[in-house]
């Protein structure tokens, strides 16, 4: 089976590029199952909503993951507390709405998705997403061998970590949270898939997405700014597919994927 994983959905730009685009990607790639990290989605570029959620789910995503954004719209509490389409990260208070982990029927084959947070150089006190991830893959162990990480992180050595730890564990472990796609694709010698960053859906000459004049205050002045989803083309939309063996879940193969639409405006 092939699972394509999206970076970070920014705003309603990035929406918008995920509805025109999903389709001819689906199709293009032979794809059955479609996880999106959406944390950034609403309009402002922070949280995500339960229409947006939706709105996800009607244009052909199964999952979508979050990270340290979850929280910034408020009414998702609810949302998280009853559907299992959404997950933020696990290793979050256990007594936070929500769950990290959910297991999805995809043609009758069950499909593991865990979303987990990094702790280096983020703000939000986590527990170790090393030990939430070992808990979760001893709970799931006889449900399914198809296991797909979004490890939401900042630092590129603690998703590369992370990646070795569960090496032969999961079929795939991707980076989110830094908007940058990285070039370092592989399949892991246990057979798992990896690659740093997925990289976004946004603007394309943007700051990760955000205006560059709402941006470079912060860094020229040392001053808080208000960072402006940017909606100006050209737009990218970035991430990668992998194929797994469903008799073993091992990846066989990993590519990245990246469309850039020169005339799109930010209107779903």
């Not at 920014?10 to 944390?39: C, P, Q, W, Y």
């Not at 990218?236 to 990846?251: C, H, L, P, Q, R």
Request: charge should be negative.
């Amino acid at each position: 089976m092939r699972v394509l994983l999206l970076g970070d959905i920014v705003g309603n730009i990035g929406r918008s590029m995920f509805k025109k685009h999903i389709k001819t990607l689906k199709a293009e790639h032979d794809i059955d199952f479609v996880i999106v990290n959406g944390e950034n989605s609403n309009n402002n570029g922070r949280g995500i909503t339960s229409r947006i959620v939706n709105f996800f789910k009607q244009h052909g995503a199964d999952v979508i993951t979050s990270g340290n954004h979850i929280w910034d719209q408020y009414e998702i509490q609810e949302y998280l507390n009853s559907h299992q389409d959404l997950l933020r990260p696990a290793n979050f208070p256990a007594a936070c709405p929500g769950s990290g982990v959910t297991i999805v029927d995809c043609n009758g084959i069950s499909v593991a998705v865990i979303n987990v947070q990094g702790r280096v150089f983020m703000r939000e006190h986590t527990d170790c997403p090393f030990r939430a991830v070992d808990k979760i893959l001893a709970e799931i162990a006889d449900k399914t061998q198809i296991i797909l990480i979004d490890f939401h992180a900042e630092a590129t050595a603690e998703k590369l970590a992370m990646a070795f730890y569960v090496e032969g564990r999961v079929s795939a472990i991707v980076g989110t949270h830094t908007h940058i796609p990285t070039s370092d694709e592989r399949i892991l010698p246990g057979g798992t898939a990896y690659v740093t960053d997925l990289g976004m859906a946004g603007s394309f000459n943007s700051m990760i997405g955000m205006t560059k004049e709402s941006v470079l205050p912060n860094f020229l002045m040392q001053m808080p700014s208000r960072f402006i989803v940017d909606t100006k083309p050209p737009v990218v939309m970035s991430g990668v597919w992998v194929e797994i063996d469903i008799e073993t879940g091992k990846a066989l193969a990993i590519e990245r994927v990246r469309v850039l639409d020169e005339e799109l405006s930010g209107n779903e």
